[in-house]
Nanobody, 126 residues
Framework: QVQLEESGGGSVQAGGSLRLSCAAS????????MAWFRHAPGKEREFVSV???????RYADSVMGRFTLSKDDPNKTASLQMNSLKPEDTALYFC????????????????????WGQGSQVTVSS
């Protein structure tokens, strides 16, 4: 079992920045994908970004150039730095983790992940 604990998030005005972190514990895999999804009211849960065990990242078009996903291996933590935030970024953000034997580049569906964090609220006001 893998446990994911999220931290960060909060409220900010448009143009501001926030940082989300996700710490994995329990039995973790050598090859993995760690991703962030978000769920806004009235919308489907959508992919935001993913990082693999060697640090390769992929981003949704809507956050490209504004969000940066990084990882800290000793602490088994992945952090999402969110800059130039927009009101449309307002959502509940979830960390997700899954084992892989190949690239994470196409793992953009919620069904690709077995483990989820509890969710962190991000609110951006105009």
């Amino acid at each position: 079992q893998v446990q994911l604990e999220e931290s960060g998030g909060g409220s900010v005005q448009a143009g501001g920045s926030l940082r989300l972190s996700c710490a994995a514990s329990g039995y973790t895999y050598r090859l993995y994908c760690m991703a962030w999804f978000r769920h806004a009211p009235g919308k489907e849960r959508e992919f935001v970004s993913v990082i693999d065990s060697v640090g390769t990242t992929r981003y949704a078009d809507s956050v490209m150039g504004r969000f940066t996903l990084s990882k800290d291996d000793p602490n088994k933590t992945a952090s999402l730095q969110m800059n130039s935030l927009k009101p449309e970024d307002t959502a509940l953000y979830f960390c997700a983790y899954g084992r892989t034997s190949d690239s994470c580049n196409y793992r953009t569906s919620r069904y690709d992940y077995d483990y989820w964090g509890q969710g962190s609220q991000v609110t951006v006001s105009s």
